[in-house]
């Protein structure tokens, strides 16, 4: 799980880990300053910091429809059941999208940024994504 310098390489990044091989004790062992944790399963919570944008009503509607925290907030009753918007470009647009599919009556991928790139997972090439117009639909 360390990639670079990143403690978690990819893992950081994504919404679903599908292929995790797991540990052959099968649980997890965590030390804090005071004591000694043993647990089946942890949730792992970084600081993600996300890039808001500059247009009119963004800070008035700030956690009261717009969002960048799709994992936590996309599943909100807000959201729930109704059509939803990504803005961004790339893989982490799509995925977002997609996994607001889960929760959310529509979700829409709109791109804003150059050239949009998408990564295959299997072969891990990088390709451009064919689509009609900017806006890519997910049905739920």
């Not at 599943?75 to 647009?93: L, N």
Request: hydrophobic content about 40%; some cysteine; proline content about 2%.
């Amino acid at each position: 799980m360390a990639n670079d310098i990143t403690p978690g390489g990819q893992l950081m990044t994504t919404i679903d880990v599908e292929n995790f091989p797991g540990f052959l004790e099968g649980i997890w062992v965590i030390f804090t300053d005071s004591k000694r944790v043993v647990a089946d399963s942890f949730i792992m919570a970084t600081k993600v910091v996300g890039r808001k944008l500059n247009f009119e009503g963004s800070k008035k509607f700030w956690n009261r429809g717009i969002s960048a925290y799709i994992v936590c907030d996309g599943d909100a009753p807000i959201f729930r059941e109704k059509a939803f918007t990504v803005i961004g470009g790339g893989d982490s647009a799509m995925e977002e999208a997609n996994f607001l599919t889960k929760s959310v009556e529509e979700a829409y991928g709109e791109r804003v940024l150059g050239g949009l790139k998408v990564k295959n997972v299997v072969t891990r090439e990088v390709s451009d994504l064919k689509a009609n117009g900017v806006v890519f639909h997910y049905w739920t």
